[in-house]
């Protein structure tokens, strides 16, 4: 993986991460049929409705995509839904897209996570992830967690990552 980190506000990390990754693995589609996918973890559900979503459905109509298809929102957990003092409601379906991610049917390109996706995920098409904040994670977990982008697609194929955080976080790590 090529590793990144800005000392800048979140959404700029945010940001550069989303486009970068696009930029690189939009078009790549691999062996197996399924599409490359970024992670970006946000540490409150409030944070990935209010401040990350429109700002990833911004960037992905630019590039031509549309964001009920290529952004998915998965944030299961009691901590999760009522963060922030309201009551975020997780997309319908999101559970099924997010068991499916690995599928060629898939067409989510970018997955908003809370409280989901650091232990345990095993998701081979997962080919960025973004760390923008500290307390997204655990310090002890910044390394699992970048760390979810680098399973083999293919075994024995040379393949490419992208990790961008906040310097906090690639301090962690």
Known sequence: PEVKFADN???TIVNNGVREFLDRYRDTVYGNGTCAKLAIYCGQIATLEDDIYPLVASIVTEYGMNPTEAVLKRHKGSKAQKAGGRAYQEPEGSEAAFAAL???LSNVRIVLLVQI???GWDCKSLTGIILP???ACK???VLQTS???LRQVVRGEHETALVWMNKPNADSL
Do not use: A, Q, Y
Request: charged share 40%; aromatic share 0%.
């Open 117 to 119: 996706g650091k232990e």
């Open 147 to 149: 760390c979810r982008c």
């Open 102 to 104: 690995d599928s060629p």
């Open 9 to 11: 506000d979140m959404l």
């Open 139 to 141: 310090k002890n977990m």
């Open 133 to 135: 904040h500290e307390g």
